[in-house]
């Protein structure tokens, strides 16, 4: 079993900042996908950005530029920075791990999800 969660989300004015954390459990945490996804009301879950265990990011094309994943294995822990915030990244977010550690970018391949964390960007 892994339990993630999820922190750092709030309330920001467009153009802001603001860092989302979320912390693993799991021994091996190294080597798992890890990958951060978004839901606004009455939209299907999107994928945001994810890193590989090698450190690899990928990124949704929206947020190219504007978004930062990383990832500390020594905490069990990873990161989105969000800067240049729009009211369009306003949504729940969801850290999600994928212990076999695959390059997916697609919500069904990760097994666990963390309860999420709202961010709201107002313009």
């Known amino acids: 079993q892994v339990q993630l969660v999820e922190s750092g989300g709030g309330l920001v004015q467009a153009g802001g900042s603001l860092r989302l954390s979320c912390a693993a459990s799991?021994?091996?945490?190294?080597?798992?996908?890890m990958a951060w996804f978004r839901q606004a009301p009455g939209k299907e879950r999107q994928f945001v950005a994810a890193?590989?265990?090698?450190?690899?990011?990928s990124y949704v094309d929206s947020v190219k530029g504007r978004f930062t994943i990383s990832r500390d294995n020594a905490k069990n822990t990873v990161y989105l920075h969000m800067s240049s915030l729009k009211p369009e990244d306003t949504a729940l977010y969801y850290c999600?791990?994928?212990?076999?550690?695959?390059?997916?970018?697609?919500?069904?391949?990760?097994?666990?999800w963390g309860q999420g964390t709202q961010v709201t960007v107002s313009s």
């Open positions: 999600a791990a994928n212990p076999s550690g695959t390059y997916d970018v697609t919500p069904g391949r990760y097994g666990y």
């Open positions: 799991g021994r091996t945490f190294s080597t798992y996908s």
């Open positions: 890193i590989w265990w090698n450190s690899n990011p």
